[in-house]
């Protein structure tokens, strides 16, 4: 059965870091945009950070430009999120997901999502 399964969330301070890791198992990642994406309980899901299957430079929503790095892995079917100088707004569930293609870090397209791994800033 093909799914995402994301690992590596957990509880930190501010201005710690964070590695989020994102295993597709059943499928291969390198037809898709890959893109990680948070979540707060009775809010929005909000576009993270996006990357392309073609090598073009990763989309970042604005609130963690600078901090937040996206990378991925076609080889191993992995996607990662390097995140750095955590903020106590940073708190979400986030979410892996695949879709046919990057527009900005907008969700629509994306059809294929993972359960989720709780990351946590205190302050």
């Known amino acids: 059965q093909a799914k995402l399964v994301e690992s590596g969330g957990g509880s930190v301070q501010a201005g710690g870091s964070l590695r989020l890791s994102c295993a597709a198992i059943?499928?291969?990642?390198?037809?898709?945009?890959m893109g990680w994406f948070r979540q707060v309980s009775g809010k929005e899901r909000e576009g993270v950070a996006t990357?392309?299957?073609?090598?073009?430079?990763?989309n970042y929503a604005d609130s963690v430009k600078g901090r937040f790095s996206v990378s991925r892995d076609n080889s191993n079917n992995m996607l990662y999120l390097q995140m750095d100088s955590l903020k106590p707004e940073d708190t979400a569930m986030y979410y892996c997901?695949?879709?046919?293609?990057?527009?900005?870090?907008?969700?629509?397209?994306?059809?294929?999502w993972g359960q989720g791994t709780q990351v946590t800033v205190s302050s």
């Open positions: 990357i392309s299957k073609g090598g073009l430079p990763p």
């Open positions: 997901a695949a879709g046919p293609y990057c527009f900005g870090v907008q969700s629509q397209g994306f059809s294929s």
């Open positions: 059943g499928f291969t990642v390198s037809p898709f945009c």
